[in-house]
């Protein structure tokens, strides 16, 4: 079983950054894919990006240009940068981990307020 647990939320400015970072634990030996989702007020749960874990990623048109995702050493953490940040980047981020096995492994979300 894996668990996923993201941290770095909070309140920011408008223009602002903040990094968000997802630790995997439990009965892994390395992850590959993992991929940060993003839930904004009212909204729909969106892949907002990739990290393949072999080198390679993928970002929404959204935050393409302000966002990068990155993974720590052992491959199994993944962070989001997240630069210039604007109003409608609020939302609660999830992280999510494809599993070797199949099926994949989600966080519990952590909250981002871009505040004007």
């Known amino acids: 079983q894996v668990q996923l647990v993201e941290s770095g939320g909070g309140l920011v400015q408008a223009g602002g950054s903040m990094n968000l970072s997802c630790v995997a634990s439990?009965?892994?030996?390395?992850?590959?894919?993992m991929s940060w989702y993003r839930q904004g007020p009212g909204k729909r749960r969106e892949l907002i990006a990739i990290s393949s874990g072999i080198g390679e990623s993928f970002y929404a048109d959204s935050v393409k240009g302000r966002f990068t995702a990155s993974r720590g050493n052992g491959t199994n953490t993944v962070f989001l940068q997240m630069n210039s940040l604007k109003d409608e980047d609020t939302g609660v981020y999830s992280c999510?981990?494809?599993?070797?096995?199949?099926?994949?492994?989600w966080g519990q979300g952590t909250r981002v307020t871009v505040s004007s």
């Open positions: 999510k981990a494809d599993l070797p096995g199949g099926g994949a492994s």
């Open positions: 439990g009965s892994i030996l390395t992850l590959k894919r």
